[in-house]
């Protein structure tokens, strides 16, 4: 049997609560010290912390979008110029047409949402933004991306809740494969917002930990009571092999393998044996032409939800009976939603790249019904050749990754 082409990961772009830049994230991440703390926008509401994104920077990187666009967008768009930068990408020198774009979103930021809302109720309807809709459906942080970068291959955008980045690379690997395109801009935003932050506190997913912000993230422990809304964006270039290899470009790692599945269960929460999660790794791994044992370490979805948590240590010991080192990226720049797994996934990258797999944060006291190796206070430097990381999101939609040193 032919095997499919392998698919390269030559550029990495980050914006999360660390900073605007791959280099701040991952000091960050090695340093193990969370980025939640209070934040002035949501001052007031019953959960008033975050990991929100620095303002300042993202500004610098993306110019001139404030206006137009949502914070998701101009996250996007300045996490995608790092990331074609990084990989030694000119975009005048490219063919366009056979450059894709494909990023994940999880929802909308509701930026304008409550300015919207009161003209609207008042009769005051030449007060809605005209912008409102550009500025904040899905779809146009690819969009932008696109227009800004000047790529004009596919341009899409996968919504799979909290594995919308994951479903995004493991899209654009696909259409790669498929020779839909040469070179794809794959990977998650979100952004956060006070609808955002009060939505989740009233389906009771936030941790309200308010006594302790950087305490209130804490996957796995069993002192957790649930996550800490982040935002950001993570962007990957993906390319052949032989694509990045005629020019010349090393690679981070080769993306391997990817699987998704459906729960076919419940609207929020995950099959109790996390059987739809087994299957979404399961599937990766036959991707990747891989067994179980073949992969040393995990990035974990790990949102310190109590059920969440435990299904997802459940899942893991279904597929590697004993599981590699695991480490939750969630402990230390919150849970971004539809950027999560985009984020994970050049972390992941990172780690093979440096051998050193980044700490998780506040596991103080491991849950009785959780038995994992989690990689907590300090890094832990590892031979890794292979690395899983896994993606659940609402809707009982399962995405997984794997990711192979080069």
Same mark, same amino acid.
């Given at each position: 049997?032919?095997?499919? #082409?392998?698919? $390269?990961?030559?550029?990495?772009?980050? =914006?999360?609560?660390?900073?605007?830049?791959?280099?701040?994230?991952?000091?960050?991440?090695?340093?193990?010290?969370?980025?939640?703390?209070?934040?002035?926008?949501? #001052?007031?509401?019953?959960?008033?912390?975050?990991?929100? =994104?620095?303002?300042?920077?993202?500004?610098?990187?993306?110019?001139?979008?404030?206006?137009?666009?949502?914070?998701?967008?101009?996250?996007?768009?300045? #996490?995608?110029?790092?990331? !074609?930068?990084?990989?030694?990408?000119? &975009?005048?020198?490219?063919?366009?047409?056979?450059?894709?774009?494909?990023?994940?979103?999880?929802? @909308?930021?509701? +930026?304008?949402?409550?300015?919207?809302?009161?003209?609207?109720?008042?009769?005051?309807? /030449?007060?809605?933004?005209?912008?409102?809709?550009?500025? %904040? =459906?899905?779809?146009?942080?690819?969009?932008?991306?696109?227009?800004?970068?000047?790529?004009?291959?596919?341009?899409?955008?996968?919504?799979?809740?909290?594995?919308?980045?994951?479903?995004?690379?493991?899209?654009?690997?696909?259409?790669?494969?498929?020779?839909?395109? *040469?070179?794809?801009?794959?990977?998650?935003?979100?952004?956060?917002?006070?609808?955002?932050? $009060?939505?989740?506190?009233?389906?009771? $997913?936030?941790?309200?930990?308010?006594?302790?912000? $950087?305490?209130? %993230?804490?996957?796995?422990?069993?002192?957790?009571?649930?996550?800490?809304?982040?935002?950001?964006?993570?962007?990957?270039?993906?390319?052949?092999?032989?694509?990045?290899?005629?020019?010349?470009?090393?690679?981070?790692?080769?993306?391997?393998?990817?699987?998704?599945?459906?729960?076919?269960?419940?609207?929020?929460?995950?099959?109790?044996?996390?059987?739809?999660? /087994?299957?979404?790794?399961?599937?990766?791994?036959?991707?990747?032409?891989?067994?179980?044992?073949?992969? *040393?370490?995990?990035?974990?979805?790990? @949102?310190?939800?109590?059920?969440?948590?435990?299904?997802?240590?459940?899942?893991?010991?279904?597929?590697?009976?004993?599981?590699?080192?695991?480490?939750?990226?969630?402990?230390?720049?919150?849970?971004?939603?539809?950027?999560?797994?985009?984020?994970?996934?050049?972390?992941?990258?990172?780690?093979?790249?440096? &051998?050193?797999?980044?700490?998780?944060?506040?596991?103080? /006291?491991? +849950?009785?019904?959780?038995?994992?190796?989690?990689?907590?206070?300090?890094?832990?430097?590892?031979? !890794?050749?292979?690395?899983?990381?896994?993606?659940?999101?609402?809707?009982?939609?399962?995405?997984?990754?794997?990711? /192979?040193?080069?």
């Amino acid at each position: 049997m032919n095997r499919p #082409a392998q698919i $390269a990961i030559t550029g990495i772009g980050m =914006v999360t609560a660390a900073g605007v830049g791959v280099p701040d994230t991952w000091q960050r991440l090695c340093e193990g010290t969370p980025t939640a703390a209070p934040d002035p926008d949501l #001052a007031g509401l019953p959960v008033p912390f975050a990991c929100r =994104v620095p303002a300042a920077p993202v500004k610098a990187a993306a110019p001139g979008l404030a206006w137009r666009a949502d914070p998701f967008i101009r996250f996007a768009v300045a #996490a995608a110029r790092e990331a !074609v930068a990084d990989a030694d990408l000119d &975009q005048d020198d490219w063919d366009a047409p056979r450059v894709a774009v494909v990023i994940g979103v999880g929802g @909308t930021t509701h +930026d304008q949402t409550p300015t919207a809302c009161a003209a609207l109720a008042e009769g005051r309807f /030449q007060a809605i933004p005209p912008t409102l809709v550009p500025r %904040s =459906v899905p779809n146009m942080a690819a969009g932008y991306v696109g227009m800004m970068l000047g790529a004009q291959g596919p341009t899409l955008c996968t919504s799979t809740a909290c594995a919308s980045g994951a479903t995004a690379i493991g899209t654009a690997a696909l259409l790669l494969r498929a020779g839909m395109c *040469d070179i794809a801009i794959a990977g998650g935003s979100e952004s956060a917002s006070p609808v955002t932050s $009060a939505a989740f506190w009233r389906m009771g $997913a936030l941790s309200t930990r308010t006594r302790d912000p $950087a305490g209130a %993230s804490r996957p796995f422990d069993s002192n957790r009571d649930g996550f800490v809304l982040g935002e950001g964006a993570g962007m990957l270039i993906l390319e052949r092999v032989s694509h990045a290899r005629a020019r010349r470009v090393r690679p981070y790692a080769l993306l391997t393998g990817y699987g998704a599945s459906g729960d076919a269960y419940h609207a929020t929460s995950p099959h109790p044996q996390g059987t739809g999660a /087994q299957r979404a790794v399961n599937a990766a791994l036959a991707d990747a032409d891989l067994c179980p044992q073949d992969i *040393d370490h995990v990035n974990a979805h790990a @949102t310190s939800t109590p059920l969440n948590d435990r299904t997802e240590a459940h899942a893991l010991h279904g597929v590697f009976g004993t599981p590699p080192p695991v480490t939750a990226t969630k402990s230390i720049l919150g849970h971004s939603l539809g950027a999560a797994g985009a984020i994970e996934a050049a972390v992941s990258a990172l780690t093979l790249r440096h &051998q050193l797999i980044h700490p998780t944060a506040n596991l103080d /006291q491991l +849950d009785d019904d959780i038995d994992l190796d989690v990689v907590t206070k300090t890094p832990r430097s590892k031979r !890794v050749q292979a690395v899983a990381t896994t993606s659940f999101g609402f809707g009982g939609q399962n995405a997984a990754l794997i990711l /192979q040193g080069c």
